[in-house]
């Protein structure tokens, strides 16, 4: 699975990798940077900015270091949702994803990754309600195919956590240890799905993309040319195309580069958010 860069315009925290799929076109985010980037152009903000849902072919719904807001890729102008700890000075927004449901889930973290001091919230029909706390690196939020459960970690914490859904998305029960990182050199950044269940995970410090089975076991690898790799995502026409952003983090380039491999499993679409 060979490995090219697909924008080398450098991100600081490159984060957010979002492939819309009714404009075909990839998004992410440089979160330090203040940016939302895609290969037609940047959009810059006054805040931190980190992760993103389709509401239309028009309207992201972004999430920041205050709000998520409905924001209008044409015009460039943003309608506030919700507020997003908009009382916490010392966090910001960091991984996020929509889920099957047509809601939001985003997560928190200290903007020096102070121990605990985020959470992981959901957005659904007009409701912003916290799933859990004392987060202190929200990531890998994703959703496997079937539905049947959610998928996040605390990357200092170093284990990714299923969690089971019921009714309407909201979580079931308590979570269980799908993937046990813990004293490794490397952590669990920002993760994926593809359409067999098989989840995606970006592994800080291990410059690569790992997949694991259904069992928890890694299956398959991606090597990327950069020590911080932050998020994956599915794209292209038949979505096999595997995307994933970079930090720079005090690396060389081409650290901070979006990259792409093709890879021998098809992702799942993007779920669309329903404001």
């Known amino acids: 699975m060979s490995v090219s860069v697909f924008d080398d315009t450098p991100c600081d925290l490159g984060e957010g990798a979002l492939w819309h799929p009714e404009i075909q076109e990839l998004f992410w985010f440089d979160i330090l940077g203040k940016r939302l980037v895609s290969r037609a152009r940047t959009w810059q903000f006054d805040e931190h900015v980190s992760a993103a849902g389709w509401v239309d072919t028009q309207i992201l719904l972004v999430a920041s270091e205050t709000a998520l807001f409905a924001f209008d890729l044409v015009t460039g102008t943003r309608t506030n949702v919700c507020a997003l ?4 000075a010392i966090t910001r927004s960091n991984d996020g994803r929509a889920d099957p449901w047509g809601g939001f889930w985003i997560g928190t973290m200290g903007k020096r990754a102070e121990p605990g001091a985020g959470a992981i919230y959901r957005y659904f029909r007009g409701e912003l309600r916290q799933l859990a706390a004392g987060i202190t690196i929200s990531n890998a939020i994703c959703f496997a195919p079937d539905a049947a459960c959610a998928y996040y970690t605390d990357t200092r914490d170093g284990r990714i956590l299923r969690q089971p859904l019921g009714d309407e998305g909201w979580p079931l029960g308590e979570p269980t240890v799908f993937v046990d990182a813990r004293g ?9 799905v593809d359409a067999e269940g098989g989840l995606w995970n970006a592994q800080w410090g291990a ?15 991606v090597a990327l040319p950069t020590p911080h790799v932050t998020c994956p995502a599915f794209g292209g026409p038949d979505l096999t ?6 930090a720079i983090s005090g690396a060389r380039p081409p650290a901070g580069q979006t990259f792409q491999a093709e890879v ?12």
């Open 264 to 275: 021998p499993f098809k992702g799942q679409r993007e779920h669309q958010v329903i404001l």
């Open 184 to 192: 490794q050199e490397w952590g669990p950044d920002g993760a994926v």
């Open 241 to 246: 195309t595997l995307f994933a952003t970079t």
């Open 85 to 88: 700890e908009a009382d916490i």
């Open 207 to 221: 410059g690569r993309v790992a997949r694991y089975g259904a069992d928890g076991a890694m299956t398959d690898t």
